[in-house]
T-cell receptor, first 111, second 114 residues
Framework: QKEVEQNSGPLSVPEGAIASLNCTYS??????FFWYRQYSGKSPELIMF????GDKEDGRFTAQLNKASQYVSLLIRDSQPSDSATYLC???????????FGKGTTLSVSS | DGGITQSPKYLFRKEGQNVTLSCEQN?????MYWYRQDPGQGLRLIYY???????QKGDIAEGYSVSREKKESFPLTVTSAQKNPTAFYLC?????????????FGPGTRLTVT
């Protein structure tokens, strides 16, 4: 069974700090990687996707991918209390027909 | 106003009853998916459909059934054979399947079976 692993947290950071969320995956054939944000009681919202090694930046968010280490991360700069949520990492399955999700990391940003 | 709609938002049923959850999208996406989420857990794939009149089982299809008669619609039936049906059910869609198509989610249906 292919797996996606995340530290469940909670990860607590003060307002204005950088939050670093990490994810490892087991399938070396995975090609696309996604980060979703899920507020309590709500559905997941796509915030970033990446499929090439290196960094991809979008506003305060940076996704980092290292396929050799099978590691993908999400950095949130200038963290805000509104960033407090669960962040789900997802990776495509080998057939490319669906996503495999991690259990998520809960982020808490204190003001 | 494009998006994915799911109804109802909350659903309560007695054990032994079948129940159908609605999912509609107007994004013109070919692929649609059903996931289940339990407290503190990640999303688990129930069924997916890449094209009209075709669908495939996901990791936890037992006790569920689907249909895909229209591109816009992908209803999920939770049957009485599903042993632990109480969960948060999420429908998603994407332009197609395969890399690198991202999936977008509807608001979800929270099902409680007693």
């Amino acid at each position: 069974q292919k797996e996606v692993e995340q530290n469940s947290g909670p990860l607590s950071v003060p307002e204005g700090a950088i939050a670093s969320l990490n994810c490892t995956y087991s399938d070396r054939g995975s090609q696309s990687f996604f980060w979703y944000r899920q507020y309590s009681g709500k559905s997941p919202e796509l915030i970033m996707f990446i499929y090439s090694n290196g960094d991809k930046e979008d506003g305060r968010f940076t996704a980092q991918l290292n396929k050799a280490s099978q590691y993908v991360s999400l950095l949130i700069r200038d963290s805000q209390p509104s960033d407090s949520a669960t962040y789900l990492c997802a990776v495509n399955n080998q057939a490319g027909t669906a996503l495999i999700f991690g259990k998520g990391t809960t982020l808490s940003v204190s003001s | 106003d494009g998006g994915i709609t799911q109804s109802p938002k909350y659903l309560f049923r007695k054990e032994g009853q079948n129940v159908t959850l609605s999912c509609e999208q107007n994004l013109n996406h070919d692929a649609m998916y059903w996931y289940r989420q339990d407290p503190g857990q990640g999303l688990r794939l129930i069924y997916y459909s890449q094209i009209v009149n075709d669908f495939q089982k996901g990791d936890i299809a037992e006790g569920y059934s689907v249909s895909r008669e229209k591109k816009e619609s992908f209803p999920l039936t939770v049957t009485s054979a599903q042993k632990n049906p109480t969960a948060f059910y999420l429908c998603a869609s994407s332009i197609g399947t395969g890399f690198p198509y991202e999936q977008y989610f509807g608001p979800g249906t929270r099902l409680t079976v007693t």
